[in-house]
């Protein structure tokens, strides 16, 4: 005989306004191995938890059914008060006679009344039957990954190497610091932005808790949280960047010039080239399709001048292989291309470009040194107008959503451009100014009154050349008037989308994406930087449009999630998980393709099923698949549902 | 198409002119709702802060607002951004004067210049002359007459004027 306690809560009205209590704690207490049966208002307050706590200990309970809301909600309270009381957590069980019971019967009382002591009994049914249970533990390699080294994954790295732990941060593009690096200055304080990401791309580079992959990719992820295996592809740079010492001549003396993306391809570079002089690592890469070598087999001055014998052509793709237990991706956003917006000419007039060109215009580093000149001609644009929202807030256009940072570095843009042509005049057409944010309101009001640019509130309908200018046709709706614009350059805010890859890359990970190819956090408020799967966490404008402070932020907060998960020696994972009884597996490999969790293996020696716990999440796929029986859910077995079937019906 | 090409230039000289920054405004409306002639301009009060930061001059210039406003300044305290309406529809009124611009509002300036030429002959107004004088420049005789009428009867209008003591500092004014 069993001693089981029997605990109904009023839940205030929410139960006890349709169900009778009083009659359903009598039926309970007359039912066998139930040795105690009470009521209480509200079980889940304090007082409510020590009235359970106190009868365990003073009956001698060995079962504990709480009769009460849904188990979503305070299963764990009561787990955590059963086990208080000494009594394993697993005996204590939730029958649910709120949301599925007193909620949806609230017009018929009587037959509420007679539910809930169904629901009741059905529950003793399976206590009766419950073993104690323990969780698991699951071993844990204490590395983190970071995917992506633009601002928010330099963040997430150096925290958690900060914390102690060996950070893995891989980079696709030679060197790091992501869009971060491309840009003049940064809102709303107008510091520069090298000034304040080369420290960290400096300390990133030194640390010796960070192992730094750059040129790099990621080619395989396997495994779980605690214990991901993961494969990554070194890209052949065609330069021994051990021997290598950063002097630069080899890009120096290279003949070949190249179109530069890092630069907007407003410039150029050489075929062997680091991104920018203060790139990280300071090493150089030779891009294999552009090398005068490679396409026709003459030239090799690079291999001739290297004063230590770095360059080597014969290099190949490497694989390396990490484990880590926790990844945090950071892969960031690209500009939705100008070239699909066809009433902006389709990206085919010189001087229309987007925020990013303008950056390396306005940039001391960039192809024009800071003087604002425009790509066509090299004239210095006397009218500027700036257009917001550009693929942004546009469902025809696929996109929605706000790309949240333009309305800011607009404000920029038209700010820093006066400020380098001061006899120029700027103009802003918008939708709405979005400056929520510490000092940005102030900010664009500066622009307006400090600097003159002209706000105009519509959309441009078409842009034009016509000679050397650009028409502009746009709507200034405060008025109700449409206007025209002769201006020497456009620039656009276009819209944010995810990085190209992060899609591959999501589906390598497991993780979902939104519609428009974000990756989908856990929660929208309550887990922002987690994704669903377990170990892996977002950070950055890969998540959604971020700003530098948000995505620091971010970083940081994820950094912090990493850090909780290394602080235990082990894992902690619920017991109630999926068991194979090996005497009974006949190995058929049934359940291997039911699990969507990946948790299912044919153990290759002995023929049999295997559950790997770390990814079984109990769900029961692997249980009603087998036809042997052999696979059971531990703490809700065959046996188990039959019983509690059998009271109901 | 209508479209109307944008000159910055324009809000600059009305911001020096009036000591407004006429760039802060951000289209609240709430200069407008408050104003007790907006009913009758043909631009509201907003709208003429729009146009002339879109430099839009012979509209603003020529526009029935600037001189149907009274400048009771309910918008410049109301204005968030502080900026004093009154003011700028002053300095338009007189770029508008100066511009020799004019508009469907014709008896307002002139009504006004009636008032100041009074003032500076006499150093005080004489409303019989006054009078004269604006319906001389309205072109408008008739009007209002039987009113006049009624105040002369009960000697409310003098009908020869009377000079002021300090009158030469009055002209001074007027020069400056």
């Given at each position: 005989m069993r001693k089981i306690g029997v605990f109904v809560c009023h839940c205030g009205t929410n139960i006890a306004g349709v169900v009778n209590v009083p009659q359903v704690v009598e039926e309970a207490g007359k039912l066998p191995d139930v040795a105690y049966a009470v009521d209480y208002k509200y079980l889940?307050?304090?007082?409510?938890?020590?009235?359970?706590?106190?009868?365990?200990?003073?009956?001698?309970?060995?079962?504990?059914?709480?009769?009460?809301?849904?188990?979503?909600?305070?299963?764990?309270?009561?787990?955590?008060?059963?086990?208080?009381?000494?009594?394993?957590?697993?005996?204590?069980?939730?029958?649910?006679?709120?949301?599925?019971?007193?909620?949806?019967h609230q017009h018929e009382k009587d037959k509420a009344t007679e539910k809930a002591a169904l629901i009741i009994r059905s529950m003793v049914e399976k206590t009766k039957r419950n073993e104690p249970l323990e969780p698991i533990g699951i071993p844990l390699t204490k590395r983190a990954l970071v995917i992506g080294a633009g601002i928010a994954g330099i963040q997430a790295a150096l925290d958690i190497a900060n914390g102690g732990y060996e950070v893995v941060l891989v980079e696709r593009l030679p060197s790091i610091g992501g869009h971060m690096a491309q840009l003049a200055e940064t809102f709303p304080t107008l510091d520069c932005s090298q000034c304040i990401l080369t420290p960290k791309t400096v300390e990133t580079g030194k640390h010796k808790k960070i192992k730094l992959l750059t040129y790099s990719e990621i080619e395989e992820v396997k495994g779980y949280v605690g214990n991901f295996d993961v494969k990554?592809?070194?890209?052949?740079?065609?330069?021994d960047w051990s021997k290598c010492t950063g002097c630069g001549l080899c890009q120096e003396k290279c003949p070949q010039k190249v179109?530069?993306?890092?630069?907007?391809?407003?410039?150029?570079?050489?075929?062997?080239?680091?991104?920018?002089?203060?790139?990280?690592?300071?090493?150089?890469?030779?891009?294999?399709?552009?090398?005068?070598?490679?396409?026709?087999?003459?030239?090799?001055?690079?291999?001739?001048?290297?004063?230590?014998?770095?360059?080597?052509?014969?290099?190949?793709?490497?694989?390396?292989?990490?484990?880590?237990?926790?990844?945090?991706?950071a892969t960031g956003y690209d500009l939705f291309p100008k070239a699909k917006i066809g009433e902006y000419g389709y990206g085919e007039y010189a001087d229309v470009i987007d925020g990013l060109q303008f950056e390396r215009l306005l940039s001391a580093s960039g192809p024009t040194a800071g003087e604002v000149r425009r790509p066509s001609d090299g004239k210095v644009p006397k009218e500027v107008v700036f257009v917001q929202c550009v693929g942004s807030r546009d469902p025809e256009k696929g996109m929605p959503y706000c790309s949240k940072i333009c309305c800011m570095y607009t404000a920029k843009h038209a700010m820093l451009y006066k400020h380098k042509v001061p006899d120029g005049q700027a103009y802003v057409f918008y939708m709405d100014i979005r400056a929520g944010g510490k000092g940005y309101e102030e900010f664009v009001t500066r622009a307006m009154e400090e600097d003159h640019v002209l706000y105009l509130r519509g959309r441009v309908s078409r842009i034009f050349q016509d000679g050397d200018k650009l028409i502009v046709w746009g709507a200034d709706t405060l008025s109700g008037k449409q206007v025209?614009?002769?201006?020497?350059?456009?620039?656009?805010?276009?819209?944010?989308?995810?990085?190209?890859?992060?899609?591959?890359?999501?589906?390598?990970?497991?993780?979902?994406?939104?519609?428009?190819?974000?990756?989908?956090?856990?929660?929208?408020?309550?887990?922002?930087?987690?994704?669903?799967?377990q170990g892996i966490y977002l950070v950055g404008a890969g998540q959604a449009p971020r700003d530098i402070p948000e995505a620091v932020a971010q970083a940081s907060g994820a950094a912090s999630k990493v850090q909780a998960l290394f602080s235990g020696e082990k894992l902690v994972q619920e017991p109630t998980i999926a068991v194979v009884d090996a005497e009974v597996c006949a190995g058929c490999g049934i359940c291997v393709g039911a699990c969507p969790y990946e948790a299912r293996i044919l153990n290759p020696l002995r023929h049999i099923a295997q559950v790997n716990e770390a990814l079984c999440q109990g769900c029961g796929a692997c249980v009603v698949a087998c036809p042997n029986k052999a696979s059971q859910l531990r703490g809700l077995s065959s046996v188990q549902m039959m019983a509690m079937i059998d009271t109901l019906v | 198409m209508a479209t109307a090409r944008i000159d910055p230039t324009f809000v600059r000289l009305v911001s020096q002119r009036s000591g407004q920054v006429i760039a802060g405004c951000y289209a609240c409306q709430k200069c407008t709702v408050g104003c007790p002639t907006a009913p009758n301009m043909d631009y509201a009060p907003d709208k003429v802060l729009k146009l002339v930061q879109l430099g839009w001059k012979e509209a603003v210039l020529r526009s029935s607002s600037i001189w149907l406003c009274a400048t009771c300044d309910v918008c410049g305290k109301r204005c968030p951004n502080n900026i004093n309406i009154a003011a700028v529809m002053d300095a338009l009124k007189q770029m508008a004067v100066e511009g020799g611009y004019s508009g469907r509002e014709r008896n307002i300036p002139a009504f006004h210049r009636s008032?100041?030429?009074?003032?500076?002959?006499?150093?005080?107004?004489?409303?019989?002359?006054?009078?004269?004088?604006?319906?001389?420049?309205?072109?408008?005789?008739?009007?209002?007459?039987?009113?006049?009428?009624?105040?002369?009867?009960?000697?409310?209008?003098?009908?020869?004027?009377?000079?002021?003591?300090?009158?030469?500092?009055?002209r001074k004014l007027f020069r400056l």
């Amino acid at each position: 005989m069993r001693k089981i306690g029997v605990f109904v809560c009023h839940c205030g009205t929410n139960i006890a306004g349709v169900v009778n209590v009083p009659q359903v704690v009598e039926e309970a207490g007359k039912l066998p191995d139930v040795a105690y049966a009470v009521d209480y208002k509200y079980l889940c307050s304090e007082p409510g938890q020590k009235l359970i706590r106190e009868a365990i200990a003073e009956k001698g309970l060995d079962g504990v059914v709480i009769a009460a809301c849904s188990p979503r909600m305070h299963e764990s309270t009561f787990r955590s008060a059963t086990e208080e009381a000494g009594l394993n957590p697993y005996q204590c069980e939730i029958a649910n006679i709120r949301e599925q019971c007193s909620w949806v019967h609230q017009h018929e009382k009587d037959k509420a009344t007679e539910k809930a002591a169904l629901i009741i009994r059905s529950m003793v049914e399976k206590t009766k039957r419950n073993e104690p249970l323990e969780p698991i533990g699951i071993p844990l390699t204490k590395r983190a990954l970071v995917i992506g080294a633009g601002i928010a994954g330099i963040q997430a790295a150096l925290d958690i190497a900060n914390g102690g732990y060996e950070v893995v941060l891989v980079e696709r593009l030679p060197s790091i610091g992501g869009h971060m690096a491309q840009l003049a200055e940064t809102f709303p304080t107008l510091d520069c932005s090298q000034c304040i990401l080369t420290p960290k791309t400096v300390e990133t580079g030194k640390h010796k808790k960070i192992k730094l992959l750059t040129y790099s990719e990621i080619e395989e992820v396997k495994g779980y949280v605690g214990n991901f295996d993961v494969k990554i592809r070194r890209k052949a740079s065609y330069v021994d960047w051990s021997k290598c010492t950063g002097c630069g001549l080899c890009q120096e003396k290279c003949p070949q010039k190249v179109t530069s993306d890092f630069e907007g391809r407003l410039g150029t570079r050489k075929a062997i080239y680091t991104l920018s002089p203060q790139a990280v690592p300071n090493k150089p890469v030779l891009d294999r399709d552009n090398c005068r070598y490679f396409q026709t087999g003459k030239c090799q001055i690079c291999a001739k001048l290297c004063p230590v014998g770095a360059v080597d052509y014969t290099q190949q793709d490497t694989i390396v292989e990490e484990k880590v237990g926790a990844i945090v991706v950071a892969t960031g956003y690209d500009l939705f291309p100008k070239a699909k917006i066809g009433e902006y000419g389709y990206g085919e007039y010189a001087d229309v470009i987007d925020g990013l060109q303008f950056e390396r215009l306005l940039s001391a580093s960039g192809p024009t040194a800071g003087e604002v000149r425009r790509p066509s001609d090299g004239k210095v644009p006397k009218e500027v107008v700036f257009v917001q929202c550009v693929g942004s807030r546009d469902p025809e256009k696929g996109m929605p959503y706000c790309s949240k940072i333009c309305c800011m570095y607009t404000a920029k843009h038209a700010m820093l451009y006066k400020h380098k042509v001061p006899d120029g005049q700027a103009y802003v057409f918008y939708m709405d100014i979005r400056a929520g944010g510490k000092g940005y309101e102030e900010f664009v009001t500066r622009a307006m009154e400090e600097d003159h640019v002209l706000y105009l509130r519509g959309r441009v309908s078409r842009i034009f050349q016509d000679g050397d200018k650009l028409i502009v046709w746009g709507a200034d709706t405060l008025s109700g008037k449409q206007v025209e614009i002769a201006a020497d350059m456009v620039v656009l805010a276009t819209a944010i989308v995810p990085s190209a890859g992060a899609k591959d890359l999501a589906q390598k990970l497991r993780i979902s994406t939104d519609e428009f190819g974000f990756f989908n956090e856990a929660h929208p408020k309550l887990r922002p930087v987690e994704s669903l799967t377990q170990g892996i966490y977002l950070v950055g404008a890969g998540q959604a449009p971020r700003d530098i402070p948000e995505a620091v932020a971010q970083a940081s907060g994820a950094a912090s999630k990493v850090q909780a998960l290394f602080s235990g020696e082990k894992l902690v994972q619920e017991p109630t998980i999926a068991v194979v009884d090996a005497e009974v597996c006949a190995g058929c490999g049934i359940c291997v393709g039911a699990c969507p969790y990946e948790a299912r293996i044919l153990n290759p020696l002995r023929h049999i099923a295997q559950v790997n716990e770390a990814l079984c999440q109990g769900c029961g796929a692997c249980v009603v698949a087998c036809p042997n029986k052999a696979s059971q859910l531990r703490g809700l077995s065959s046996v188990q549902m039959m019983a509690m079937i059998d009271t109901l019906v | 198409m209508a479209t109307a090409r944008i000159d910055p230039t324009f809000v600059r000289l009305v911001s020096q002119r009036s000591g407004q920054v006429i760039a802060g405004c951000y289209a609240c409306q709430k200069c407008t709702v408050g104003c007790p002639t907006a009913p009758n301009m043909d631009y509201a009060p907003d709208k003429v802060l729009k146009l002339v930061q879109l430099g839009w001059k012979e509209a603003v210039l020529r526009s029935s607002s600037i001189w149907l406003c009274a400048t009771c300044d309910v918008c410049g305290k109301r204005c968030p951004n502080n900026i004093n309406i009154a003011a700028v529809m002053d300095a338009l009124k007189q770029m508008a004067v100066e511009g020799g611009y004019s508009g469907r509002e014709r008896n307002i300036p002139a009504f006004h210049r009636s008032f100041l030429g009074s003032i500076q002959g006499w150093g005080r107004i004489h409303e019989a002359t006054m009078l004269v004088l604006y319906k001389l420049r309205s072109r408008d005789l008739l009007a209002d007459l039987d009113l006049g009428v009624k105040l002369i009867v009960k000697g409310k209008i003098p009908l020869l004027p009377r000079r002021i003591k300090g009158l030469r500092t009055v002209r001074k004014l007027f020069r400056l």
